[in-house]
Every structure is written in C-alpha cells, then in structure tokens.
C-alpha cells in the first residue's frame, strides 16, 4: 500500500481535459518534489513531470503538472488516443525513501 | 546517447541465489544515482533503492531492506541487483533507471532500462 494515493483509473474523450491526483503528506509530497511517470503498455516507464511542473525535453506541452501542499497534479489536455497509459506520481518519503503512487490508468474512450 | 541495458530474463527456483545486471552507457556513471525499481506483473511501480556508484552511498525501501543487496562496479559502468534466497513472490520485472539529482530526495529517474522479467517458480 502506497503513501501517495492515486485515483486507480481515469478516463476522457479525444480532445478533452483530464487531471490525475496524487495525495500525500507532510513527510513525502509536502516537503519534497514530485515527478510523474508515463507506462505505455508493454514498455518500460518514462519520465513525463519532474520537480513538480517541469516538463524533460520532447513532452508535448499538453502535459502539464502542479503540487500544493501535500497534493500534486497531472492535467493532460488535448487527450490523444495515445495518452491511453498507466500514470506514476513519485516522491521521496523523509522515513520511507522513494515512492510511487498505486498508479493511475488512463482510458481514453 | 544515454543507455541503460539489462541483463536478459531468468527462470529460477525458490531458495537460488540471483544477480542480475544493469550496464550503463553514455554518461558518467559515478555523476548519477542509479535506482531499482519492481513491477509484479498486473501491477504498480514499486521503489526498492538506489545506488550512488561514486561513492556507493546505497538507500533501499524498507520494504526491501535486507530482502535485495544493490551494488555497483565503477571499473565496468555496471549496476547489480541481487538475491541470497529467491522466493515466488520475487517473480516480477526489475527495472533499474538513472537517477538525476543532487540527493536522493531529488532524483527524477530520467532514463530506464528495457527491464529485467524474474520468475521464481519451483
């Protein structure tokens, strides 16, 4: 059971606007930066948000990620069929080192 | 071109001994952190350490702790995960990922490897 909780699966439409949650605490997401990861199927994870809101070279800008308090957020807008993938918040845990979230898988209908 | 490049799949029985591999390329391998990291098939992403080849500082999840010993050799760039005794509930892919920052709290894994299946079955 992980310290950071995610939403087990969300869903939208092509073209649409959908945000992805990851709770926390004071220990891990409200003293630390949180980075998301991409699973497409099949495939090794990929970085998509590091230090909250920063986006690695190559992540369309219809990705996007904020953190407030002990909550962090990924909004994805323009949804494409090729969104469709599981998504991992992180972040370090001051008693727990590093985290993941349970993960979040995305359908897009 | 940054690489990580794991060892191929295992087929092992319960009680065996495993070291399987993660051979860097590209970069500085004694600059980064390199992390562990486990997926049961059917399931999440779960944290397991994280070694720092120059100076091999290692940090492991508690819920890893003395289960899994990291490692690393400097002289051949490579990364190491190992078990004493296998269990089943070992059976899952292993991914090992650089990892990018100062300290360990602000580590992003920005490259991984193409993963590592285990399975442990008598």
């Known amino acids: ?79 494409q069929s090729e969104d469709e993938a599981d998504y991992y918040c992180a972040a370090w845990d001051g008693s727990l080192n590093g985290q993941f979230g349970g993960g979040t898988k995305l359908t897009v209908l | 071109e940054v690489q990580l490049v794991q060892s191929g799949a295992e087929v092992k029985k319960p009680g065996e001994s495993l070291k399987i591999s993660c051979k860097a390329s590209g970069f500085s391998f004694t600059s980064y952190w390199i992390g562990w990291v486990r997926q049961v098939p059917g399931r999440g992403l779960e944290w397991m350490g994280i070694i720092y080849p120059g100076d091999s500082d290692t940090r492991y999840s508690p819920s890893f702790q003395g289960q899994v010993t990291i490692s690393a050799d400097k002289s051949i760039s490579t990364a190491y995960l190992q078990w004493s005794s296998l269990k089943a509930s070992d059976t899952a892919m292993y991914y090992c990922a650089r990892g990018n920052g100062w300290v360990p709290a602000a580590t992003k894994f920005d490259y991984w490897g193409q993963g590592t299946l285990v399975t442990v079955s008598s």
């Open chain 1, 1 to 79: 059971q992980s310290v950071l909780t995610q939403p087990p699966s969300a869903s939208g439409t092509p073209g649409q606007r959908v945000t992805i949650s990851c709770s926390g605490s004071s220990s891990n997401i409200g003293s630390n930066t949180v980075n998301w990861y991409q699973q497409l199927p099949g495939t090794a994870p990929k970085l998509l948000i590091y230090s909250n809101d920063q986006r690695p070279s190559g992540v369309p800008d219809r990705f996007s990620g904020s953190k407030s308090g002990t909550s962090a957020s990924l909004a994805i807008s323009g949804l």
